[in-house]
């Protein structure tokens, strides 16, 4: 952490600083400048990390020089992480795909959308059986229900299943039908799912929060694997900005950010991430173009009756076209799906 | 809704938009303008939300004309509702002061905030004894102790407790020990809690979500109405922007949006809405003349070695000038306080 | 500036970093952390500004410890500038008001506004002749015509004329007819006319641009200020968020952001910052609360017959209840009005 | 446009609504609804854009239809603009390649970056000889000292000259030496430089403003083409959002959304999109993929000496590669580089 002084801050001031920060176990070196002093403080990370000096007289501002997140930094781990499912690897060359409806709704639809998805290439089966959803009056969700359809479904089909957990409770229970367990964008800073899961050793697909920085995202995927769990793939979903044509601004270059400060491998979800059905196709091309270790994408048989986001949902048909255009992607960069 | 079909929409299509809404039991009036065909659609709002019409071949785009939320919203009751805690009334007149330090660390430290706060007119003590924090190597609160902490201290003092769950499962414990609940800014829609929560008659401290809308707000605070529990006050702590002199920007316009748009409570919280200790006392004042229904502000004895968030807390002295002027404020405006 | 450098870098990496900062004059301390070493450049920040460091080999990032702008800052001048408008003073205490109409329409429309903001107090006829808007098909001004018509009503009533200029070459012209230059959101990084009114003693109103952040807004003024031209006012208009409820976010703690920053005095415009007039009332008030020299409010006599933003002008019955409010507030702030 | 009554509105209200309605020389059709009533206005675009109906009682809220802009707009005409620029086409299957310093320094400089790019395949230089910078302290360009240098290069490498313009006073000399005019994104919205490009025929490259909207930006283009000039290019450069760690955020999904509205093409510029040299080459893909007409890079032989960007700016042996795997996206895409 830097410390910068005020112009006017007093030789007394400065000496309460350095006594904070020797107090607190940590030196420091002083760097007096032109206009201002600089105290630089060295030590421990989490040490520094409870140091409160904007509250001290003749502090200007501090600056934060190194994150917080260790164990899924690039710096603690420079090979890429490869995350297996059931034999399925996820990064390192390996793409995943994974797809199916927004909600499971029945099993006919699941079980259509299932055929059409594993015929294109996807290795997942993905549905939501409990859906967070803005208002109260919106489909919630099949719950129990909907998780032993997904698992039906899969197996006949032979798919891994991903799905979305949104209640600590629930973990067993979804531990029991599903391969993978997604954490939404919701819930990315929910602390107290992060640290349940991060207890388990089941694939954890961490979606990206609405307006969750990068690091923010990084030290939430670091609540997981602080507890054990290092089975982690990220999931670019999109941010919110004042654009008001696309349902969410879905930010590419968090991809390459990812690939740049961590080992974990991430995905995108053009979908959601767009919320308009006709971006999915490119959005997709250009999300393995950037390097994304795979793709989330709705598809459903007959958007037009789905309970929930039917709007950014592919048909089958649209889909096979897409997994073309991104074999082809995906061939140039020399990675497998 | 409104469907806006494109200039070269068919008549097929058209059709089969027309179909699809009499179909979910619903009305449409058409409306020819100069280059689109128009279809409004009438009938019951929580059917209309089900419908997924930009999937239908034709359709350019749909707008909402309507909100979801119902129970919380000014169309629904005209006056402003006012929430009774054990006596104090927040709403419709009489404002709400809560302070305390951002974590409860030691009954030391709490019985001398809660003492300086009190004397300063304060109604609630307000202290996290469960912290979200963005790192899992920051403090993370001190629990169940802490809310005995709390509890004893404002007994003590002479006030009322809030302060913030995370965890569904601490429900019935933080009952037991706090007069009001605080949802925080990450859980705005961890809809699980808003849906317990909306279970209990106690009263409720809503906060905004960190990149939450207006609308997206009030639908979370429907959440808890639908569940029964009307006993909900919003709170106003800054929202996510490009800026980064301040933590976050603090949005006093959206006490004036509230205002207009629900009969529920709302107070503003200027230590986290600007992460600055400066910048409290001239935005508390600002947030009494928008026409907040209170304040939440963080006080602490000796910032300089709080466990978190120092930076933004005031010292007593400090806290007591804030006071001064927002009663004068409050005088100006009608208030009680 | 702080040079991180990566933890892999090298020595001669390290080097060269040196040896490009005693190249450039300037001088560093190093300071050897746990996990990196950290460069601080010390010397005249003209030269820091020119160094591109990012682009050395194993350097991490860079941090930027003071602001470019000086003239306008604190640091400069510790006492509030007072701006003198033929007599009328703004800051240090002072408080301005400046209303009218959106866009000056008719000399009728003009005289009625002006007649009637005058009685309530204001010291300023606002009124534009260029207008700058979204589509080319919109109504885009009277031009000279619209000066003439503001020169003589603002004479008539007795009130000083503020109106925007967008064109360099009109500049001349304008201050024929202006006794404030506004420059308004979408221009405020339009260095070049920037440059040219600084080289003016005209006073400048320097409205936020739509996406600034406060340090861009000081390096704006600093542009005026560098060329001689010292008579500067700053206005906050609202900034651009995800928001939609209203057409901006008006951003109060800017106006303590300044004040902690810069000694120029800033003035607030709520019918901007909302873009809608039930908004005004309490934003106004908010405004003066939170400590700004003034408000910029639009006010037309017909809003339902404006040809721009009628939507968030005022009536003037409703003004007048405006201004007998902030005239309370004012005075509890110990300011004149 | 749609406007949404109160549910409270009178009959009178209504009533005055369609008055106002009928008198500007529109039609309208009513819509009862279960709680509201809603007013659709039909006739001329401009006459509609010039109600203003919020300022009516018991108007609820209005709602947009149709965007302003026309003669850009997709509806106006269905197949891609090609921009040809002697010879160089853009768009419609023809990628453009803009490449070189992000300012003009010296003829060496120049030259060397010149012949780089050149001999990698880009078919444009660019170079700023008039920079608009956020401190008037920062090097400000060579002006046409720095556009001779342009033209004399450019014409002994045979590349295009693409530069942007700050001064409507400039053109006439900017347009001896460009074949390509450049209105960066400070300026997008400075009017009177978007007019008076629009009454020459010169090729204009139109970045998207810093926090523009894509229905603001495609206005910004009607601006241009409503003087008679067609020959226009837009270029998303990056948004501001929250995200701190690029400089910009780059949303390619524009490239998708401009497609789908507009007839015009559209490139890419990574460098200032993101601001680090490290997510050009995946970006550049990105782009591509997702549908771009043409990249803008930033490319300066010795990065860590340029007066600016250097910090974005890729060294020739870099752009090589980002070139190689560009060709092999764009064969992919079935598109001519």
Not at 204 to 229: C, F, M, Q
Not at 316 to 332: H, K, L, S, T, W
């Amino acid at each position: 952490m830097i410390i910068v002084m005020k112009p006017e801050a007093t030789t007394a001031e400065l000496e309460a600083v350095k006594n904070k920060i020797t107090d607190a176990g940590l030196n420091f070196h002083l760097s007096q400048g032109s206009s201002r002093t600089i105290v630089g403080v060295i030590g421990d990370k989490k040490k520094i990390a409870t140091l409160q000096m904007n509250s001290f007289g003749g502090v200007e501002k501090t600056v934060s020089i190194t994150e917080k997140y260790k164990l899924v930094s690039r710096d603690f781990k420079k090979e890429d992480s490869i995350i297996d499912v059931n034999g399925v690897k996820i990064g390192g060359g390996h793409l995943a795909i994974m797809s199916g409806p927004c909600a499971v709704e029945s099993k006919e639809q699941l079980l259509e959308a299932a055929k059409a998805v594993k015929a294109c290439g996807a290795q997942f089966l993905r549905g939501g059986a409990f859906k967070p959803r803005t208002s109260p009056y919106d489909f919630q969700g099949l719950a129990e229900e909907g998780l032993k359809m997904l698992r039906e479904v899969a197996d006949e089909v032979g798919l891994n299943v991903v799905t979305e957990i949104v209640n600590i409770n629930d973990l067993d229970m979804i531990c029991k039908y599903a391969d993978m367990l997604q954490i939404g964008a919701r819930n990315m800073q929910n602390f107290q799912l992060l640290k349940e899961v991060g207890h388990t050793n089941k694939p954890v697909l961490l979606k990206r929060g609405l307006s969750a920085t990068i690091s923010e995202w990084l030290n939430a995927a670091e609540y997981i694997a602080s507890g054990g769990n290092y089975n982690i793939v990220l999931c670019e979903r999109g941010i919110r900005t004042y654009e008001t044509f696309t349902r969410n601004t879905l930010d590419l270059s968090a991809v390459a950010a990812v690939k740049e400060l961590s080992h974990l491998p991430i995905i995108v979800d053009p979908s959601h991430g767009t919320g308009r059905w006709q971006m999915v196709r490119p959005m997709a091309r250009a999300a393995i173009a950037a390097g994304a270790d795979g793709l989330m994408i709705e598809v459903h048989p007959h958007p037009e009756v789905a309970l929930s986001d039917g709007d950014q949902s592919l048909k089958p048909d649209n889909f096979a076209v897409v997994m073309q255009e991104v074999r082809q992607i995906a061939q140039m960069m020399g990675k497998t799906l």
